[in-house]
């Protein structure tokens, strides 16, 4: 998560970010249009993107950035063009598009979102295609924000690409009843995301960030798409999220417990923003897994302190959300609502019944040993612990459970 | 762009009762402008395979895999994309597992 002062070469960075995200997916779209062939137009632009890291931090960011690089791209695509017979015909149409001013085309990136997220496509390989093509990442910097090598990267890209091309996988938006499948597949790959890169944070600065990209994905998504409310609930729920990220890591980088965070740090003013946005989405009486999770989540970031959370409200809601979703971990967590509700043992029995679908998930354990030091079974709650221990590699959730087994020993 | 869909059905099931056949041969009929080929095949208990081993052919009995899910009969479908394969393949009524390959076209274009 990026956060603190911000140095100028950060600052220059950050409006390089910004250019990226804004015209690698538009030129990507009208070169796929114009092209006719994903795999050309998408390597094509990163091409050229890679050109413009080159130089734009040498020479500044040229006025009209778009046109650079829609210049540059057109130079690079007629190159191209001519070393292929294939697409000889091309030639002429390209050399008179790409020249009318941008503002003047029509937003293709829904279709572009729709074709990197597509279900042929393996989820992973949904993931790298819209951050290079949509959001004008370069391959290090997916490999970076996955911990994979570059080469990993590139090759699933190569693949995927292929496979749009050879399948026949089409560039346009789904149309009627497959629309909502098609939707709900991009709020997955968003979601994957943003968790990804807000799960996986150090608060290490990087270049890019994959959880604010997410988020600027899915803002993306909800100009293209203004009637999806569940759309909405996810942006919303990433925004909550990231309001009070930077409470959520100690001067040392530990993970803070919601319980414990220090809620004066939590940005007030996009929390507001996030809820009435999530009021404009239920408005269209159309609910949802993610709306639902944006309104626990509301619930938590509205709480003047953790004594004053709305328990009774978030229990609520998650049985709508188990309803609609009835997974495992979803009931977890509806436990974990109910325990502030009606009590530790009536929580317990809960998260005892998924003793077979959730032993082999850390959190399971972690919350089992919660509530049996509440029980006063602290054997059992130190064997629970230990348990949750043995199951995650993620040091920060590693720190709090370490801390819980010291405190149990003091 | 031509695609084959292959159908699967799993080894161990007898062939789909009336009702469902009934269904099947009508998801023909609804697909038939679409559909330029195909056929419902033997169970893989008549199955041959010819195995060439180091260039030389050995002939044996049985399925090329040994697996519960096996073809069990394919269509060739002529559509616009791949969603319009996909969707004919959902609309599949038989059990299993429908595979969508797009084909490869020879010849000039």
């Given at each position: ?112 979102i729709?074709?990197c997220c597509h279900p042929?496509l393996s989820r992973e390989a949904q993931v790298a295609l819209t951050l290079r093509?949509v959001a004008?990442f370069?391959?290090?910097?997916i490999?970076?924000a996955f911990l994979t090598?570059?080469?990993?990267i590139?090759?699933r890209?190569?693949?995927a ?22 939707v709900q597949e991009v709020l997955a790959v968003l979601y994957l995301m943003f968790n990804e890169g807000y799960l996986a944070s ?7 960030d994959l959880a604010e990209d997410a988020e600027w994905l899915a803002?993306?998504v ?8 569940e759309a909405?609930g996810l942006l919303?729920l990433m925004?909550?999220h ?47 897994p993610y709306?639902?999770q ?31 979703l009835?997974t495992?971990v ?81 | ?109």
């Amino acid at each position: 998560m990026r956060s603190g002062r911000r140095s100028t070469t950060a600052q220059a960075e950050d409006a390089l970010v910004q250019v990226f995200r804004e015209e690698a997916g538009r030129l990507t779209a009208r070169l796929v249009r114009i092209i006719g062939n994903f795999d050309v137009a998408e390597e094509i632009v990163q091409d050229t993107l890679l050109v413009a890291l080159e130089k734009w931090p040498k020479d500044g960011i040229p006025d009209r950035p778009a046109a650079w690089l829609a210049t540059a791209a057109k130079r690079r695509a007629i190159d191209h063009l001519r070393r292929d017979a294939r697409f000889r015909q091309k030639l002429e149409l390209l050399k008179q598009e790409l020249t009318t001013p941008e503002s003047e085309e029509p937003d293709d990136r829904l279709r572009l979102i729709f074709t990197c997220c597509h279900p042929a496509l393996s989820r992973e390989a949904q993931v790298a295609l819209t951050l290079r093509a949509v959001a004008g990442f370069t391959t290090p910097e997916i490999a970076r924000a996955f911990l994979t090598t570059e080469s990993a990267i590139a090759q699933r890209i190569v693949r995927a690409r292929r496979k749009i091309v050879e399948a026949g996988i089409p560039y346009r938006v789904p149309e009627g009843q497959d629309l909502d499948e098609r939707v709900q597949e991009v709020l997955a790959v968003l979601y994957l995301m943003f968790n990804e890169g807000y799960l996986a944070s150090t608060g290490k600065p990087v270049r890019r960030d994959l959880a604010e990209d997410a988020e600027w994905l899915a803002g993306l998504v909800v100009r293209l798409l203004p009637a999806e409310p569940e759309a909405i609930g996810l942006l919303v729920l990433m925004r909550l999220h990231l309001a009070r990220a930077d409470a959520r890591l100690d001067a040392a980088g530990d993970l803070v417990l919601l319980r414990d965070q220090d809620r004066s740090r939590w940005k007030r003013d996009l929390i507001a923003g996030a809820i009435g946005l999530l009021e404009q989405a239920g408005a269209m009486r159309r609910p949802g897994p993610y709306q639902l999770q944006a309104a626990i989540a509301a619930c938590h970031a509205e709480a003047a302190s953790w004594e004053a959370t709305d328990w009774p409200q978030i229990l609520l809601l998650y049985d709508a959300l188990v309803r609609l979703l009835p997974t495992p971990v979803v009931r977890l967590n509806r436990a974990v609502a109910l325990r502030h509700v009606q009590g530790a043992a009536e929580a317990l029995a809960e998260v005892d019944a998924l003793a077979g679908e959730l032993a082999g998930y850390h959190l399971f354990h972690a919350t089992r040993a919660e509530l049996l030091i509440e029980l006063g079974a602290a054997e059992k709650s130190r064997a629970a612990s230990a348990r949750a221990l043995e199951l995650t590699t993620n040091p920060a959730e590693r720190a709090v459970l370490e801390r819980r087994l010291a405190e149990l020993d003091a | 762009m031509k695609y084959v869909l292959m159908f699967t059905g799993s080894q161990d099931d007898p062939s789909p009762s009336p009702e469902v056949y009934g269904r099947i041969m009508e998801w023909f009929q609804t697909n038939g402008s679409k559909i330029v080929g195909g056929e419902e095949l033997q169970g893989t208990s008549t199955a041959t395979t010819v195995r060439f081993k180091d260039g030389k052919p050995v002939v044996t009995d049985g399925p090329f895999i040994e697996t519960k899910e096996v073809i069990s009969g394919y269509a060739e479908v002529e559509v616009a994309d791949l969603d319009e394969a996909i969707a004919l393949a959902k609309g599949w009524p038989g059990q299993g597992a429908v595979e969508i390959r797009p084909t490869i076209h020879h010849g000039p274009s």
